[in-house]
């Protein structure tokens, strides 16, 4: 979205995106939280590593279970000293953060 304030264009970001998901997928630097549908079977989401390109430092995402079926799997190189954390209970939430090295839960 672009704004006009007197002679300047100002470009808007929205850093708080939310996404519907059902399937394994890499989060989008884009997007803070996924609504996660884990009807049809679990739901792997592979954090992504560093990388200049992907700006993940303290990048922060917010994943949440929308259905009592099945789990999902955060997979990362780290995550609390684990490399996976499983979600099973239906609207439970986690809040992961990069900092620059591996993901902590918030």
Known sequence: ????TGSKDHTVKNEFRVVNKSSSFT????VYTYLIDTTSGDVTVNLPLSSPALLL???????????KANKIILSAN???GQTSIDIKKQYTNLTVQFNDEKYIIL
């Open 57 to 67: 430092k303290s990048k922060i995402w917010n994943f949440k279970k929308k259905v």
């Open 78 to 80: 780290e995550i609390d």
């Open 27 to 30: 989060p989008d630097i884009n």
């Open 1 to 4: 979205m672009s704004v006009t």
